[in-house]
């Protein structure tokens, strides 16, 4: 319970300091949301109204304090450009991107497991050094390269017009996000089948599997039986690392698919200087990325007695 309380007072610790940060960014650009409304010719009398309407003349900290109480009730306030509810945007644009997000984290997990424990159990063997070249392949593709090969697969497949949206026909934008989730998800697929498989190997050598061995047990039953429980934990901590950093790759393939997701809305909102957007979506990032190291170390816990005495 101790850890647990240690773990959550530090998430909700680092969300605060990322909401703080976020908002504090925007009150140093010299190209404020003023200016850009109104353009570079505007008169002081004509900046100071706007700057009153749009209460951008109260102190700093009074403003960010009345951002994040809004914030955490659900009112992210309302875009400076299509003047419309901040969540009601980022509603329309979620699901698509945490479909993708969680697309690849589920090709992940599926393809890498399975594959790292056959190789460990046969390791040395033809398939085994064929795959360890293939994976320092993968690992090497940079997502947004991958993404750019495989998107001209995709044009073949689906026309120039074609639009997402989960709510029209949820089957269809699943299979539009097979490349694009592959494309995330190929370098962590193989660094994660490395991982498991250097990490059941490195357990395979321990004495508590020879005594398996000395019971009957086969090598393959041995793997999976005793190995695959200790080895699995340094692969549980990487994949939630590797679900956090998919955010940015996320961004990335987006722009890279023309997907209409949280990725697009921030950059457009980072170019039209649509500040209320983009420290709405950098919180809710921030919030995905520690949540899930959060579950990831709680989860460890549970697994592995011994973290939980440390």
């Known amino acids: 319970m101790k850890y647990f309380t240690k773990k959550l007072f530090t998430?909700?610790?680092?969300?605060?300091?990322?909401?703080?940060?976020?908002?504090?960014?925007?009150?140093?650009?010299?190209?404020?949301?003023?200016?850009?409304?109104?353009?570079?010719?505007?008169?002081?009398?004509?900046?100071?109204?706007?700057?009153?309407?749009?209460?951008?003349?109260?102190?700093?900290?009074?403003?960010?304090?009345?951002?994040?109480?809004?914030?955490?009730?659900?009112?992210m306030g309302n875009s400076y450009v299509y003047d419309m509810p901040v969540n009601e945007m980022i509603a329309q644009k979620l699901p698509i991107s945490a479909t993708l997000i969680l697309l690849a984290c589920a090709m992940t997990v599926t393809f890498s497991i399975p594959i790292g424990i056959f190789l460990a159990r046969h390791a040395g063997g033809i398939f085994d050094r064929f795959m360890t070249v293939l994976n320092q392949v993968f690992m090497s593709i940079p997502p947004v390269f991958l993404?750019?090969?495989?998107?001209?697969?995709?044009?073949?497949?689906y026309p120039p017009e074609f639009s997402l949206h989960y709510s029209e026909n949820f089957w269809m934008l699943i299979l539009f996000m097979i490349l694009p989730a592959l494309s995330i998800a190929i370098s962590r697929i193989s660094m994660t089948v490395k991982l498991l498989r250097t990490s059941l190997l490195d357990e395979m050598d321990k004495n508590y599997i020879k005594t398996a061995y000395s019971r009957g047990h086969s090598r393959g039953s041995a793997l999976r039986q005793h190995a695959l429980k200790n080895a699995i934990l340094p692969v549980v901590v990487f994949i939630a690392v590797s679900a956090a950093e998919m955010v940015v790759a996320s961004i990335i393939i987006e722009q890279v698919f023309a997907i209409s997701g949280i990725g697009r809305l921030l950059i457009a909102s980072i170019a039209s200087r649509d500040f209320l957007v983009v420290q709405a979506i950098v919180v809710l990032l921030a919030t995905w990325v520690v949540t899930v190291n959060f579950l990831a170390d709680i989860l460890v816990q549970y697994i592995d007695p011994r973290v939980r005495l440390d």
């Open 147 to 157: 993404g750019i090969l495989l998107f001209g697969v995709t044009l073949t497949i």
């Open 11 to 75: 998430l909700i610790i680092t969300l605060f300091i990322v909401s703080l940060l976020a908002f504090l960014a925007f009150q140093v650009i010299p190209a404020d949301v003023v200016t850009s409304r109104l353009g570079t010719n505007a008169t002081p009398e004509q900046i100071a109204i706007m700057k009153e309407q749009m209460g951008l003349n109260r102190p700093v900290f009074v403003r960010y304090f009345e951002w994040l109480s809004n914030f955490l009730q659900g009112d």
